[in-house]
Structures are given as structure tokens and as C-alpha cells.
């Protein structure tokens, strides 16, 4: 399965400009058999390296992904690079969606919920308060959030995702979801919800987020 074009968590640029939520040109597609191969830049840490890993088997215990370190024996097929923000003062992280040219993860925090999520988008999962039919379940409010990150809150087209997102039920808790005070410019909420329905986000992988990777990439074997 194909798009023309990959979706950015949060693209960081390493110029003179702010970081931005952004899409390019690309042609995206799911990871061959589910298997990932992966490298760490020279800057992690054994215990960064291994609290990753961690989070990789989270997605791997009930999917048919395989997270598989590189070690430079075969140029035929791309490599995730993970690597660190040099501005370690910084708590953005970023990750190309699915199997493309050069995907990489640029990790600023390093919270479970963070990497679970970047992981999430490498896998081809998209934010779930993006999806095109989100105003039926959520309201954004853009008076609070940060201008740097309006673009955050665009909705997607619906032939932007790897998947159907009509066949799931919007998922508020999906590790894809948005806080509700995220990028907020004065603490105030910037996704409002209905009664009953508790705050946005999650930093564990909710059963809907499994059951799209296996839509994805067929159900687990394991």
C-alpha cells in the first residue's frame, strides 16, 4: 500500500527556523513483512538505548512488527535512524510516518508516551485528532494553542492515511492523540471533549491503536 506523500509528527528543521508540523512530497508505504531495521546515532546512552527498545516491544507483543537492529551487513532496503535533538533543552520529538526515503526519529523528550508515539507513527499511524472526522468528537480550540503549532491541528484527507480510519471508533486514548493542553500558549485546554469523556492521550498503546497496526500489517502470530 502506497500514498504520495509522508506525513510529519513534528518535522524538526536544523536551521534558522522554528519547528513545524509539515508535510513533503514522498511516496510512503508499509514496512516490507513488518520487519523494521533500526540504528542509534553515537549520542544514546546504553540505558536510552535499551528504555527505546523497551517501547519497541511493546508494539511488537501483540502485532507482527519485528524491530530489528542494523548492523551494516545489507544496503537493499532503508534503515530508521534514531536520533538525538541537539538542542537537548528542547522536548519536541519528531518521526517520518511508515516506510520511506530516509526515515528517521528525532527524540527531544524521552517519555514512554513520547517514544510509543514516534514509534506509532513509524509503524504509519497518524494522529487521531487529525482525523477528517474529529469535529463530531472533539472541538479545537485555537484561541489557546501556540501559532507556531496551528498546522498540528489541520485535519488530514482521508487518502493521506495508510489506513481506513472509518472502520475504528475515534479513539481518545489512542498513544496517537494529542494531550488536551498540548501546545497550549496559556495552560489553558487546546481539545475540548464531551462530558463523561476523561483527557485526551494516553502513554500506553491503546487496544484500538493494535488493532489498526494489524489492519495494517495482519494480526499477530505470536
Known amino acids: 500500500m502506497k500514498k504520495n506523500?509522508?506525513?510529519?509528527?513534528?518535522?524538526?528543521?536544523?536551521?534558522?527556523?522554528?519547528?513545524?508540523?509539515?508535510?513533503?512530497?514522498?511516496?510512503v508505504e508499509l514496512w516490507p513483512?513488518?520487519?523494521?531495521?533500526?540504528?542509534?546515532?553515537?549520542?544514546?546512552?546504553?540505558?536510552?538505548?535499551?528504555?527505546?527498545?523497551?517501547?519497541?516491544?511493546?508494539?511488537?507483543?501483540?502485532?507482527?512488527?519485528?524491530?530489528q537492529y542494523y548492523y551494516g551487513r545489507d544496503e537493499n532496503f532503508y534503515v530508521l535512524r534514531i536520533l538525538r535533538n541537539k538542542n537537548i533543552e528542547d522536548s519536541t520529538s519528531s518521526a517520518t510516518v511508515g516506510y520511506c526515503f530516509e526515515p528517521i526519529i528525532i527524540f527531544g523528550a524521552m517519555s514512554r508516551g513520547v517514544v510509543l508515539h514516534e514509534l506509532g507513527h513509524v509503524l504509519g499511524l497518524l494522529h487521531e485528532h487529525q482525523r477528517p472526522d474529529r469535529d463530531k468528537y472533539i472541538k479545537i480550540l485555537y484561541k489557546n494553542?501556540?501559532?507556531?503549532?496551528?498546522?498540528?491541528?489541520?485535519?488530514?484527507?482521508?487518502?493521506?492515511?495508510?489506513?481506513?480510519?472509518?472502520?475504528?471508533?475515534?479513539?481518545?486514548?489512542?498513544?496517537?492523540?494529542?494531550?488536551?493542553?498540548?501546545f497550549s500558549k496559556n495552560e489553558e485546554p487546546v481539545i475540548s471533549t464531551p462530558p463523561g469523556?476523561?483527557?485526551?492521550?494516553?502513554?500506553?498503546?491503546?487496544?484500538?491503536?493494535?488493532?489498526?497496526?494489524?489492519?495494517?500489517?495482519?494480526?499477530?502470530k505470536k
Not at 5 to 27: A, D, E, Q
Not at 146 to 165: H, M, R, V
Not at 197 to 220: A, M
Open 5 to 27: 506523500r509522508i506525513l510529519i509528527g513534528l518535522f524538526v528543521l536544523f536551521t534558522s527556523f522554528c519547528f513545524n508540523c509539515t508535510t513533503l512530497p514522498y511516496t
Open 33 to 67: 513483512k513488518g520487519i523494521i531495521f533500526y540504528t542509534f546515532s553515537k549520542s544514546y546512552s546504553l540505558y536510552d538505548k535499551l528504555f527505546i527498545e523497551n517501547c519497541m516491544d511493546e508494539w511488537e507483543k501483540n502485532t507482527n512488527i519485528d524491530f
Open 145 to 182: 494553542i501556540d501559532p507556531d503549532f496551528y498546522s498540528c491541528f489541520e485535519k488530514y484527507q482521508g487518502s493521506e492515511f495508510l489506513y481506513n480510519y472509518k472502520q475504528f471508533p475515534y479513539d481518545y486514548y489512542s498513544i496517537m492523540h494529542y494531550y488536551n493542553l498540548s
Open 197 to 220: 469523556v476523561g483527557p485526551t492521550g494516553n502513554t500506553e498503546i491503546s487496544p484500538i491503536d493494535i488493532l489498526k497496526v494489524n489492519k495494517l500489517y495482519g494480526k499477530s
